[in-house]
């Protein structure tokens, strides 16, 4: 009997290791004498050795390519079956049903791969960050497309000095738009608009938006629509996207006929023979692809809280001419909304403009609380709780009402309004034993009350 | 019982495997899917539904409120000029043939609005050349150069064609003159370097002064009207600017990048040589056999039009007589 120590099927195992091997003092897998420790696999191969088949291996002869599928059929339930007969008899009815329907299972073995890829899907498309990727992604969600321009520290720098309040209230805002834009994968841009004296021309102080808007244009080359939101915005509706909520049926959601509703009076379309057909027509051309600026409008006139800007040409030419020195020098002692009344004054006084304008209603992009523009009561610009608005914008909550106040209480009433199903069942209970105690009490109190007299 | 051997084949085999169906094919693949009457059904939903969509996406265009135009099917350019209502009748009439008999012998189209036509206000007729362009752009929408004239430019050489002479893209490209201050001598804003001849939208030449209103050509197209809408932004015209539109061209010129982009400075004796007038020293006289004689101020205060043309405007006649 040779016994050249070459590796057998089992396999050499190391000394030291597995004991009952070691038992002569040998390195030899095979002890001469030590029966009891023949296993199958040792028998086998002591065979094999003898007849000189040491290479051939038949098939099935694996341990997991004999029993895989006897375990994959019988795994779960394997171990009941060794259970003692009192066991087994307890709890055969509840085995047996759960037999029949894991074999059913298997039995329609494709449906149950079909449910199964369907489960997976949604775990890795909504559980795990990657529906971020694919709601950037261009040729999914397309959510690179849009870029969030969120201008901070406004007013704030040399001219006011920030308490916390003021910080107390940006951080909510750009934590608000952060969680917003993560959400839906779009891009967040956060700009420092403090009133710093950098430009050469000092008289340039605080007309920073243009500016702004084209370095995030250059910023994101890929990115189409620009949102420019000021920082006492507010989303409330983070589940809205901007393309189911505005872009995706933008010809339906905006209105190219300032006539519609016009608080600034301007007199539309343009009549002056000497202008195109286009120029003329109300509506522009008329095609949603000719839109490059979308803005609300509240009580006063355009309203630049929140307002869209498309990359086009157009825009280039819009952001060039925004600002001009004769323009400044002339109004701007009247211009106290700077850019605002700018573009107020150019779409009444520069037709090229008109027919690439639209107008959005306030309420879609930019509700108002009670206290700007009226106490509330206005149906087109205040903010409605039952119609569940996308945004606030306090506007104006710096001269005479509380920021914070105002920040605080739409982001509690967002929460509230954006609970999930679960978090409502946990409220709905607290709030019933709330009830029951609050009413228990006052039955109390009645008792006594009751007693006393 | 077993065979030793398969069977054999035929030892004739027919050229082509059998058609098992007749009329049009099905291919084997799709006849698998088909197979089954209920799958079939659901294939052919989804069939259905993707051509749909897909002739859905093919014609989902809005349609335009307006009637689209083919820019370039029109008079390849149209000769624009203001007329004052108070100026000399007879003077007018030669004025207007002596572009008329030019536009004619190259097929161009011609259009002479009065400075009265337009919704000026306070400011200096002269601004009515801004509005006259864009309703020259409004009357011919498929043509695509509009070349303002002033009325005291005459057609002096017109034998010379536009096309060959200035707005060809190459002939353009070689006549810019690139890195040059807008307004001389020492503007800080210079002419940029690097344009190409088909993506110029105006075209202006300097005299000694600055940029040149009473020559000048634009395309048609969106810029034009941004272009000429800011120009005539009723700031500019209420504000005090020595030389009116003049000024005011200059300014957006320098302050805006959009349109000092899409701007072309030319020599000034190709369309614009004065006769009388600070001409360019370098090349802004006007001699013989150049395309305008420009008698530049001739219609302010004092002087005549007709008076000063009378000479040039006598010899041209005669020649077309010829």
């Not at chain 2, 043309?309 to 006598?314: I, Y």
């Amino acid at each position: 009997m040779s016994r050249s120590p070459s590796p057998r099927p089992g396999g050499w195992s190391s000394p030291g290791l597995n004991t009952p091997y070691d038992t002569g003092g040998r390195t030899s897998p095979y002890p001469n004498g030590g029966s009891q420790n023949v296993t199958w696999a040792s028998a086998q191969a002591r065979s094999a050795e003898v007849k000189g088949y040491s290479g051939f291996q038949p098939r099935n002869q694996g341990f997991f390519s004999k029993h895989f599928r006897r375990i994959s059929t019988s795994l779960p339930f394997s171990a009941e079956k060794e259970k003692t007969d009192r066991g087994r008899y307890q709890s055969n009815r509840v085995v047996q049903i759960l037999n029949r329907v894991w074999r059913t299972i298997l039995r329609r073995q494709r449906s149950f791969g079909l449910l199964l890829v369907i489960i997976l899907s949604i775990v890795i498309f909504y559980v795990t960050p990657l529906h971020r990727a694919y709601r950037r992604s261009s040729f999914l969600g397309g959510g690179n497309k849009f870029v969030v321009i969120l201008a901070a520290n406004q007013g704030g720098g040399v001219m006011e000095w920030k308490g916390p309040r003021e910080w107390a209230i940006e951080r909510d805002s750009v934590k608000n738009k952060k969680k917003y834009t993560r959400k839906w994968g779009y891009e967040l841009e956060i700009v420092d608009m403090s009133t710093k004296k950098r430009y050469a021309h000092e008289w340039r102080e605080s007309w920073e938006k243009v500016d702004t808007i084209r370095n995030a244009m250059r910023k994101y080359p890929h990115a189409e629509w620009f949102w420019w939101l000021d920082t006492n915005t507010f989303i409330m509706e983070p589940t809205y996207s901007l393309q189911s909520h505005i872009f995706n049926h933008l010809k339906d959601i905006t209105y190219r006929d300032i006539n519609h509703y016009n608080p600034l009076n301007i007199s539309h379309p343009p009549a002056d023979e000497y202008l195109d057909p286009e120029t003329r027509s109300a509506v522009g051309d008329g095609k949603s692809n000719s839109i490059n600026l979308i803005i609300p409008q509240d009580c006063g006139g355009f309203n630049l809280g929140s307002f869209f800007v498309r990359r086009s040409v157009w825009t280039d030419r819009l952001l060039d001419i925004w600002w001009d020195p004769v323009g400044y020098e002339q109004k701007h002692m009247e211009w106290e909304h700077k850019e605002q009344d700018a573009l107020e004054y150019m779409y009444t006084n520069q037709p090229w403009i008109r027919s690439h304008v639209a107008f959005i209603n306030q309420r879609k992009v930019n509700s108002f609380p009670p206290g700007a523009c009226g106490d509330g009561k206005d149906a087109n610009i205040h903010y409605q709780e039952k119609d569940r608005d996308f945004l606030v914008n306090m506007a104006g909550c710096e001269w005479g009402r509380d920021c914070w106040a105002e920040m605080y209480n739409y982001r509690q009433l967002s929460n509230r309004l954006n609970r999930n199903p679960w978090e409502k069942f946990k409220d709905g209970i607290s709030d019933t034993i709330k009830r029951r105690k609050e009413s228990k009490k006052k039955d109390e109190k009645n008792k006594d009350k009751k007693g006393k007299q | 019982m077993h065979f030793a051997m398969p069977p054999r084949k035929t030892s004739r085999p027919p050229p082509y495997a059998a058609r098992q169906s007749r009329g049009f094919g099905i291919p084997p693949a799709l006849r698998n899917i088909l197979r089954d009457r209920s799958r079939g059904l659901v294939v052919l939903i989804l069939g259905f539904f993707t051509l749909f969509w897909l002739l859905g996406g093919m014609s989902g265009g809005e349609r335009s409120a307006v009637k689209n135009t083919i820019v370039g099917s029109g008079a390849p350019v149209v000769i624009v000029t203001t007329i004052d209502p108070t100026a000399d009748l007879r003077w007018v009439e030669r004025i207007k043939k002596n572009r008329e008999d030019y536009a004619k012998k190259h097929g161009y189209a011609t259009f002479f609005p009065s400075t009265a036509d337009y919704p000026l206000k306070k400011s200096p007729p002269s601004w009515a050349k801004v509005p006259a362009l864009r309703h020259a752009m409004t009357l011919n929408p498929t043509s695509q150069f509009f070349w303002y004239l002033d009325s005291t430019a005459l057609i002096a050489n017109p034998s010379i064609s536009l096309q060959s002479h200035i707005l060809d893209k190459s002939r353009l490209e070689k006549l810019m003159i690139v890195n040059e201050p807008v307004v001389p001598p020492d503007s800080v804003i210079k002419t940029f370097g690097n344009l190409k001849g088909d993506r110029i939208d105006v075209i202006v030449s300097q005299d000694k002064e600055g940029l040149c209103v009473n020559s000048l050509f634009v395309k048609q197209g969106e810029w034009a009207k941004y272009f000429l809408d800011a120009w005539f932004d009723p700031i500019y015209r209420s504000y005090n600017f020595q030389k009116a539109e003049a000024h005011a061209l200059e300014h957006i010129v320098q302050w805006h990048g959009t349109i000092l982009a899409k701007l072309a400075l030319v020599p000034q004796d190709l369309f614009n040589s004065y006769v009388t007038g600070p001409a360019s020293p370098k090349n802004g006289q006007y001699k013989d056999g150049d395309l305008i004689a420009s008698f530049p101020g001739c219609d302010k205060e004092k002087r005549d039009c007709a008076e000063e043309m009378e000479p040039t405007l006598a010899k041209l006649e005669g020649k077309d007589k010829d």
